[in-house]
């Protein structure tokens, strides 16, 4: 079990030695494992799926049991980089930190789905920064008048989301001025950007783990180390996160692979878009681990944790998994390009600016939260009213109307 | 009379009990009552509807009148509110405060005059934050080198613009997208997005009169109550300002009628078309009160007052307005939807980023005032040069052309 | 030779006088003149033209020569001002600062090349605020762990840009609801911009000159002045600058009518389009003095001169060359306007606000470097794709496919 939270990109210290076990900690959502019980709902999807369950069901159940397994993975990979030290164990966490958007974004990859992974990519990001963000700050803020957290560590994550979202807009700009003509140009701008996201990615990490790590480890908190653990301490408890982290993914795979193949008669049988499935039910399915967690760090005054798991997480998942699936892609018949909708574009600059906006001074109060989740649920509601058929087209599932739907500031 | 003007949206104490008075004092807009004789023009407006002289005539006479009206109802409402507290009295001035503008835009709206509607939320909207702001900072910062404010408040209301102008966006972005095709879906969604509209300004109101009052009264001032004053002492003066509240409203009716009936002869005899006096000349006559006083605040180094005043009416249109105005089209044969021209959208956008880039560290100069007005002026030319078929069709007013020229970053 | 590198748009002291010389100051590229040797370039281009070389090499030869006597202009325009004093020297600075520019724009503007005018100021602007910057905040960055620079200088000129970001949207804008129907509103409108363009520029150096000189002089040091210097104290000396500055203007001229002739075939011979050449290619080469200018100071630790530098090379492009090319271009048989290419709009729009980002808490690191590097290489990857055909119709080049292809937010 993980014994301190931290943060997925960025590992910051907690100081959970000091206080007394209260009972705060029993509520903790890592430590008491409240999602524990959820995990019933990995052999109730493999029963339902030997019994021949219909599409709908399937879904519903394998997108439950990834939440606790999305949680295992978390934690398992924090005590393998408490081990490991900061500088391994950041990478570590830095790449498997959303390994479970990343699993599903796969299979959904080669599926040929191509509109449902951008549509989670979206939705992952948006997710991060309106609602995980918005939660922590509303929750914390309902306890504690005004927050602080560190401006600059803040404020560089969220300069590095706005150039993420330029990276998304590029293409759709360029789409919109040169047409249907010319696919391959299109491809390899894509290409071009993701090397420049992937590169934003590592020096991220070299900043943050390497030459301004102590920036992510405010006054001291990273020596509270109380040795290892009784369960690393030695021998075969060494393994242990080594193991859970491998058969959790394993589960991972496995739920993932029945909740992309039922999404199609999911969408249908509730009346939604494939797309709004994709930006809103897998996205939060994926994250819902994280989201517990930053919320609960807020709610405890620890800002800059929860500050910093929402835009790491945001930030994981627009400069690295983003760019993997598009060179994964290649491995197809037809690669994958970075061609988002208008829609999904407008969310993504929307959320990454306002985000900006709250986080900027330092300080953050309820109303900025609530103001986050606001923005959240006005996007939700454009991307439910969305028709299929534009919903579709836009995300280049029929390639005919594409010239229609896609960005065109320019035309 | 106002003893102490207030900031609309967010009542900030003044104080006025200590200082001697001197020339100043009667200079000052409301004090002196320099809108008072323009009173005449109500009269004046009245008698040549009577004579039945030209509507352009009558649209000045009108507009003119409207002015010192707007006023008083102002006046009224802080009169008001200063014996009602601050919990009432602060949701009583943020209802009555742009009761002018709701009023005329009422009569817009059951006139059909869609397009007027919008570019008059569009117009108050830009005014103040660039226009009454913009003039604030320019005219305080010639008489003071640097002059501050508080970052959290202006900071918070930035933000809250933000939302709004985000709100405009995304109907905007969802027309592009979908077209012609579903205007049900379309006015769902306008209907869904000016909820959530309306919860952020419940919100902002239970912020700034509620969790954090003191951030919009600092430092004490809230307490110089000198009694509530003669006026309202006792018998019939506490019945004055709500006397003079219910009159002047029922002469803004009377003159909104008039200026709204003549808005078509006033337009074509100046060859401006309909949308550029909505944007401008109507948001003006409504706002004109507000200006001068914040003009005056900002001259007495008061920024937070002036800040305050422009922030706050044009949170008030964005969030309150817009969404009632909205509600009350559905008695209407056919309602009204939150879809504004491109040029509209991008103007609120803009405005609301430079305001917020203006304000962020609240601290202001001339320059950033001048950098305001400035844009204003370019919006202003723009708008002027729009030619009548395109800036009608934009808004609505003419549904075959509607799809050619509402937004559509996406096509 | 320049005494003391000065900032160009807003001179600023510097304390060359105190500090015994050291190596370092042999390397500093001003004072040891590592581009004198440049200078060669200047006969061999004659050379090449007079032997009838082919129009690549005499591309790239005037193109090289320009380089060194840009710079040449910058020391000449430095050492006058100093002399002529803050008020007088400054608008001096402030003209020619970017004259090599100008020049080159003038020819490309008089040979029709609109597309490469506007290229090339877009060049111009992002090269400043992304390359410049963005290469001075790297290498100061690797020296020092975090760097200042004065919050509200930085912060005037971020918004500055932002208001000239904006002045080139409104035509755009208008462009894609009007189309191409009515061409004289849209240069009437082209020109009212000019006008507001121009006096934001005039009132940005009264601030900076006149009444917040402060600001950008801090502490003191412009009192530094150890006399005139014994080139300047007497006699011919005094001369000196003004014949370099004519001689040096003189042989711009004639290099940049051989760079603007040989542009074509250039760009034929890489097989890249013109637009990426005016964009990339002659935006680089009219700043290059700058660059290693502003990259110095910054590596010096000498923040408020590098920032300085690169956002005031980039307002006086878009402030003042901008309108004055399309002012000239009245002496054209058609005139030009300010409706830049939808790309060229994004690039400006993202790079003016993701500098402001960096800028505005008046501290910068190595990382926030990277990401403004990352994002001009990014564009230029978008620009370097773009094909010829709708990057030359965007320009205004094809007037059929026009209205295919500029910005339209609507429709």
Redesign the interface.
């Known amino acids: 079990m993980a014994r301190k939270p931290v943060d997925v990109a960025n590992p910051s210290g907690s100081k959970p030695g000091g206080d007394p076990p209260s009972w705060r900690d029993w509520v903790d959502p890592r430590r008491a494992g409240w999602l524990r019980p959820l995990l019933l709902f990995v052999p109730a999807t493999i029963l339902a799926r030997l019994v021949g369950a219909p599409g709908p069901w399937l879904f519903v159940l394998s997108a439950v049991a990834i939440i606790p397994l999305a949680g295992l993975i978390g934690e398992a990979t924090e005590e393998l980089s408490d081990e490991l030290g900061p500088g391994i164990g950041g990478l570590l966490n830095a790449t498997f930190g959303n390994a479970a958007e990343l699993i599903i974004s796969m299979f959904a990859l080669f599926n040929g789905l191509d509109g449902v992974v951008k549509a989670s990519l979206t939705g992952s990001i948006i997710g991060n920064i309106l609602l995980v963000l918005g939660a922590s700050l509303l929750a914390g803020g309902m306890k504690h008048?005004v927050q602080r957290f560190n401006?600059?560590a803040a404020?560089?994550g969220?300069?590095?989301m706005?150039?993420a979202a330029?990276?998304m807009?590029?293409p759709a700009?360029?789409h919109?001025?040169?047409g249907e003509?010319?696919a391959h140009?299109e491809h390899?701008?894509s290409l071009?950007?993701c090397v420049?996201l992937m590169?934003?990615y590592a020096?991220?990490l070299v900043?943050s783990l390497v030459?301004?790590r102590d920036l992510y480890n405010p006054k001291g908190e990273e020596k509270h180390e109380d040795g290892p653990g009784d369960l690393a301490g030695d021998g075969p408890g060494r393994w242990r996160p080594v193991i859970l982290l491998l058969v959790s993914t394993a589960f991972v795979v496995w739920m993932s692979e029945i909740l992309v193949g039922t999404v199609e008669a999911a969408s249908e049988a509730v009346g939604m878009t494939q797309v709004f499935v994709g930006v809103f039910v897998v996205a939060i399915v994926g994250n819902a681990a994280e989201h517990s967690t930053a919320v609960w760090m807020a709610m405890k005054d620890r800002m800059d944790l929860a500050v910093g798991i929402s835009l790491g997480s945001a930030l994981q998942i627009a400069l690295f998994v983003a760019p993997v699936l598009v060179f994964v892609s290649y491995l197809r018949a037809e690669p994958m390009d970075l061609l988002f909708?208008?829609?999904e574009v407008?969310a993504v600059v929307?959320a990454v600016?306002?985000a900006?906006?709250?986080a900027?001074?330092g300080?953050s109060?309820?109303?900025?939260g609530?103001?986050l989740l606001?923005?959240y649920?006005?996007?939700g509601?454009?991307f439910f009213?969305?028709?299929e058929s534009?919903a579709e087209a836009?995300d280049g599932l029929a390639p005919a109307a594409h010239?229609?739907?896609?960005?065109?500031?320019?035309?």
């Not at 109060?365 to 900025?368: A, C």
């Open positions: 008048r401006r600059t404020g560089v969220s300069t590095l706005v150039l330029f990276g807009l590029v700009i360029f919109g001025l040169v003509k010319v140009l390899e701008l071009a950007v420049a590169l934003a020096l991220n900043f030459t301004h909708t208008p829609l407008a929307v600016l306002i900006r906006m709250v900027e001074d300080e109060n309820w109303l900025e609530a103001m606001l923005i649920a006005i996007l509601m454009a009213f969305l028709p534009v836009a010239g229609q739907a896609a960005v065109g500031v320019g035309r």
